[in-house]
């Protein structure tokens, strides 16, 4: 069954876009590829489905792209979707298409790949229920959620790993630092973003309020969706640095935490100072009063120091192991193994099959 977010109008657009991609070329290359038959601003215009190429265009477009005329009218692959971000116009506004397009295209090829496997469906995400009140319930609503998820009472060691274990499409890439991440849809499968430039404990935890976004989107309708982002950073907080640990760790009700404190328990947690301040202050460990000046005092000494938060290193991990089986079972063409990595596994090629 194809999903009601997929177009069949698109083909055109998508193929255009998927064969740029995967030749690494910007819409300017391609330009000039057609001899100043096709402009720069038209391909853009026919990527997002504004404007219909002319057959005169597609001719144009095909030899440039050394591709068979017949490319573009193909029916569109059933995987072919349109990622659905909850923040959508404003990835797009500060990623660009590209990073859209290619979210789009990594999802597409794992779901074909699933499909030539005859791999099992994604996992359903496990959702809470309505009754969320973030003062008074979100470590209960946690624990609730952690013994549903299966990931354990302890901290959380790979945010990407249990992304995908909850049947999460994770795609990496690179961005401003304006803007972290999404979750979204793309078809019938959830689908996160996450800004791999950034430091890691800042993109664990924007995937944390992601994923707590996705699970506790029905109880969050209960509240002013201004108040959205403040209750996802406090379950957020609370997946990633679990009450009795922090407790153990921090101990009781505090006037002061020395920042070499701060510093392993940022370290153990993986995440960034700030955040085990707001934890301390989540968990009534410390004052409000006492957080202002342990955060001020927090980026004072990081600025003297200049030291700097190590970079975001997981990775997703499904997509490729699938495509190592593919090829080590020989379940695929080898053709069609590399072509499904192109841009996404570059080294898989280069790699010795596993014994």
């Not at 038959?37 to 001719?59: F, H, R, W």
């Not at 070499?260 to 085990?276: I, K, N, Q, S, T």
Request: aromatic share 8%.
């Amino acid at each position: 069954m194809i999903h009601a977010n997929y177009n069949p109008g698109r083909a055109i657009a998508v193929r255009l876009r998927q064969a740029r991609m995967r030749r690494g070329w910007t819409l300017n290359d391609l330009a000039a590829r057609t001899g100043g038959k096709v402009s720069t601003m038209a391909l853009s215009k026919y990527e997002n489905t504004i404007i219909s190429p002319s057959p005169e265009v597609l001719a144009a477009l095909s030899q440039a792209l050394e591709l068979p005329p017949e490319f573009f009218s193909k029916e569109l692959s059933k995987h072919n979707y349109i990622a659905l971000f909850k923040f959508g116009p404003a990835f797009l506004h500060r990623n660009g298409p590209e990073q859209r397009y290619a979210a789009e295209e990594y999802y597409a090829r794992h779901a074909e790949l699933d499909d030539l496997l005859g791999a099992p469906e994604a996992k359903s995400l496990w959702k809470g229920g309505r009754g969320l009140n973030v003062y008074a319930k979100t470590e209960e609503c946690v624990e609730e959620a952690r013994q549903a998820m299966g990931f354990g009472r302890g901290p959380i060691a790979s945010m990407v790993g249990l992304l995908e274990d909850q049947g999460v499409l994770v795609f990496l890439y690179e961005g401003p630092e304006k803007f972290e991440g999404s979750a979204g849809t793309c078809g019938p499968r959830l689908v996160m973003a996450l800004n791999q430039s950034l430091a890691s404990g800042k993109t664990r935890l924007r995937a944390a309020k992601e994923l707590a976004y996705m699970v506790w989107e029905e109880g969050l309708r209960e509240f002013p969706l201004k108040d959205w982002p403040s209750l996802c950073g406090k379950l957020a907080r609370s997946l990633l640095m679990p009450d009795g640990h922090f407790r153990e760790m921090l101990g009781a009700r505090r006037r002061h935490v020395a920042q070499e404190e701060v510093r392993a328990l940022a370290d153990y947690f993986g995440v960034e100072g700030e955040a085990v301040i707001a934890r301390a202050v989540d968990l009534d460990c410390i004052a409000e009063t006492t957080a202002m000046r342990m955060r001020l005092a927090w980026v004072k000494s990081r600025k003297e120091s200049g030291e700097v938060d190590a970079p975001f290193s997981e990775k997703p991990r499904q997509f490729e192991l699938l495509l190592r089986r593919a090829r080590l079972e020989k379940l695929l063409p080898e053709e069609k193994v590399l072509e499904l990595a192109e841009g996404f596994v570059p080294d898989l090629a280069k790699q010795e099959v596993l014994k």
